[in-house]
């Protein structure tokens, strides 16, 4: 399959400018000239847009188990992700994994079998898949064996989540932790008397994260803070070298992080739906007031993409700046300095859109097109 391509008669975006310039590609790559032989996409009427990278995407969970007790294979999970991700316009995604010490999905066997089925099937998948691994902080017993899984997969990221404190204070009649019964496969009594015991062992969680933290970090990793709730939770991350806020709960985090010009992630459902589904941080508010730098699918794969239409509908940030949201800006905290923008040098990681329609009418990763609807 051709890598070559020359994107002629669109309005390519430059940074965060529209140009009607052609785009070209060799070999995988964004190049400044034409490649010898390059096939000519005609992209008139068109924009032509970087492919949105995706930090942070639990909608994969849904396809291993649809209802409570019902599991599909997990390499056709993957696979059916991989679909859904490219006919949304994500070329990179960061698959949110959760290593808990919940029995149920989030058992750490789950955990193990699906990152051995990732493995499996990497190859043959579309998007550029990796990790986002969700430590959760009271997962005291699998620091080791996160940081070998770190050591041997260099592009994942690392999260830290506290689900516990916050949810040991849930009665058992909470639709919160009904879902969560649900999840471990207890009845709601036992899994409340299952959180309260792991509660018991909070004195051993800081030593845990301080090692966890340092040794991501020692090797490369970028460490992300999750659910933030005050300015002084984002100090206590950065302490620790945690350098990006993932869906800081409050207002006066998010300033915390962007003050210290940390990213700071939120859902793209959140700014597609206008409010958050649980009453924590507006992504619309917080994007208005320069406090959001990036949006992730969350739990729903088209929203980053219909969410930076909506911003620019409603007049937040022109398409232009707003595309950094899914492109430019989720790289920079990554790490990802091979993509996220159109420039020569970068990967060949390309969208071509009907503004009318906002249909994705060509999908390009690494050159090879991968996706065309005509």
Partial sequence: ??????????????????????????????????????????????????????????????????????????????????????????????????????????????????????????????????????????????????????????????????????NHKLGEDSAKLKRMAVRMGLAPADAKAAITAMLARQGEVPGATDRICAGAISLGHPVLSHDDMSAEDRRAGRARGVTVAEFPMSEEAAAEARAANEPVILGGPNALRGESHNGALCATAAIRAGLCTVLASDYYYPAPFHAVWRLHEAGILPLSKAWALVSANPAAAAGLDDRGALWPGKRADVLVVAPDTRKIEAVFVQGRKVLSRG
């Fill in 1 to 166: 399959m051709t890598t070559n391509w020359t994107l002629t008669g669109g309005q390519t975006l430059l940074g965060d400018r529209f140009e009607v310039a052609p785009l070209h590609m060799a070999d995988g790559w964004i190049t400044a000239e034409a490649a010898e032989r390059a096939q000519t996409y005609d992209a008139r009427g068109r924009l032509i847009l970087p492919g949105i990278i995706d930090l942070h995407g639990d909608g994969f969970e849904a396809l291993v188990q649809p209802r409570p007790g019902v599991h599909f294979p997990y390499d056709l999970a993957y696979r059916e992700a991989d679909a859904q991700l490219i006919s949304n316009g994500i070329t990179t995604a960061y698959h949110g994994l959760t290593v808990s010490w919940e029995p149920g999905l989030r058992d750490i066997a789950i955990t193990r079998a699906l990152l051995a089925a990732l493995e499996q099937v990497a190859s043959t998948l579309t998007c550029d898949t990796r990790l986002n691994i969700r430590w959760e902080t009271y997962a005291i017993d699998h620091v080791d064996e996160v940081l070998g899984w770190l050591a041997r997969r260099p592009g994942d990221i690392l999260s830290l989540n506290d689900h516990t404190s916050a």
